[in-house]
């Protein structure tokens, strides 16, 4: 049986769009919309879904009705401090590095990078006082201005998990002038730029917790799209040195891929595998609107239908094929089930596609499996009591071993999600506003003016 995780950042936001949490800022949605279509493909393509029981104590009933169709995971605190440790001993080294106006640091410049996001700090004068602001470099198109506000959104929402956020330590980050001098006066950097600091340590450490957590249970992983772009990297950088094991997945995150390149993914690398499907969320929106029934509740009842029912059982053939062996009748075996697959997903995508103004919009579910976590290099807990006394409730038999997950390619997606039109608004219409919620645009900087001096502005 294929078995998946996913995080509370995810279930958060399908929270935020049935209009359970308030939104505030509305450049939340799109985000929130791929995290729902994550939590859809996850009900559909996989046999059971768990997540982290791990919610505040005053929100964790109201999570349980919510998602009860999902499987909890109670962690006690003994198992839960090995995992915080783990973490923390994984992230004490990561810390955002920025010099002269831009990220510098092996960790969060490839995110950016992976993201487009050409983050710039600059000084820029408040009540006669040179603040340090945050912007983007970029032109002041609409199309741009909106994709890249609703990626800084994602950031600042990393703030609003309601997980205990004392288990991790403030970390201030690096900050160098131009002149090679460090920034350490607080009270002249904006609350923009401390609030979006704290949220990329938030960001990296939850991702770092849910792979290892994942990894140890033997558990396909959903993280939230934002944090899968830092994950990737993540694990890019503690993988075997000279390794290009992740070349081919951060290409299938970076562009839109098309069959052709998901077919030479699969058959060059068995490991990293990308089908097309369709956007789940919009036709089952609009099911929900005209039937009344509940947006999860249509997904569990369409994945009885055969057609999910044969791609999970080949899915899951696939994977155990990855998992014995790599002789040659291995891959040819594997190229025969990954052209069965791809005519599967054909099949839904036929009955499952809407049409927008910009025609049929699809997205790609991109799997990536390392069975033996040589690659990755994530560490084993096993011999933990209370870990192995969880991994025996998951599995009613040994669980394969190494760690696999799925992805989003967070920009194109993005760019589908901003095209829906109607389905948009069919997404969305449950969604609660706090009063005072608006558009909160991210500040653009003209690239060729990011070094100018002027009586209100100066370079880093």
């Known amino acids: 049986m294929r078995k998946a995780l996913v995080d509370n950042a995810t279930l958060t936001a399908l929270q935020r769009l049935s209009g359970d949490i308030l ?4 450049y939340d949605l799109d985000g929130d919309i791929l995290a729902m279509e994550s939590l859809l493909q996850a009900i559909l393509f996989f046999d059971e879904v768990y997540y982290l029981d791990d919610y505040k104590s005053e929100f964790k009933q109201n999570r349980h009705e919510h998602f009860s169709g999902l499987q909890p995971i109670q962690i006690d605190e003994e198992t839960q401090n090995i995992f915080s440790q783990e973490t923390l001993q994984q992230v004490q080294s990561i810390v955002p590095h920025v010099t002269a106006g831009s990220f510098t640091d092996g960790d969060f410049r490839p995110f ?3 993201l487009k996001m050409n983050i710039w700090y600059v000084w820029n004068i408040q009540s006669s006082v040179f603040y340090l602001t945050q912007k983007l470099l ?8 909106n994709k890249y506000s609703a990626l800084s959104a994602m950031i600042f929402s990393e703030l609003k998990d309601n997980t205990q956020r004392d288990e991790i330590p403030d970390k201030r980050p690096v900050l160098l002038g131009s002149d090679g001098n460090p920034i350490t006066s607080q009270d002249k950097i904006t609350k923009q730029v401390t609030t979006f600091f704290a949220g990329l340590n938030w960001l990296a450490y939850r991702s770092i917790y849910y792979t290892i957590i994942s990894n140890q249970f033997g558990l396909d992983l959903f993280l939230h799209p934002i944090r899968q772009a830092f994950q990737v990297n ?8 000279g390794s290009l094991q992740f070349r081919p997945l951060i290409d299938a995150l970076t562009n839109t891929t098309t069959n052709t390149m998901a077919q030479i993914y699969c058959a060059i690398n068995p490991s990293i595998s990308s089908y097309p499907i369709p956007i789940f969320s919009a036709y089952i929106s609009s099911k ?3 039937t009344g029934i509940n947006a999860l509740d249509i997904a569990y009842h369409i994945r009885e239908e055969n057609m999910f029912v044969e791609a999970r059982r080949q899915l899951d053939t696939l994977e155990q094929l990855y998992i014995d062996g790599r002789e040659k009748k291995f891959l040819r075996e594997v190229n025969q089930l990954q052209r069965d697959l791809f005519n599967q997903m054909r099949r839904i995508r036929e009955k499952y596609n809407v049409s927008t103004p910009q025609g049929s919009l699809v997205t790609n579910m991109i799997s990536f499996w390392d069975t033996s976590c040589l690659l990755t290099g994530l ?4 011999g933990d009591t209370g870990i192995a006394n969880i991994i025996s409730l998951i599995h009613d038999i040994r669980p394969r071993g190494g760690f696999a997950a799925v992805y989003k390619s967070i920009l194109s997606d993005l760019t589908n999600i901003q095209m829906l039109g109607h389905f948009h608004e069919l997404i969305t219409r449950n969604v609660h506003y706090d009063r005072e919620a608006q558009y909160h645009p991210i500040k653009v900087q003209d690239p060729a003016y990011k070094k100018a001096h002027s009586w209100w502005s100066m370079p880093m």
């Open 288 to 290: 929900s609107l005209h």
């Open 112 to 114: 950016f990078d992976m």
């Open 234 to 241: 993540y694990l890019r950088k503690t993988c075997l040195p």
């Open 379 to 382: 560490p084993n807990l096993g």
């Open 138 to 145: 970029a032109d002041a198109s609409g199309v741009e201005i």
């Open 23 to 26: 939104v505030k800022n509305k």
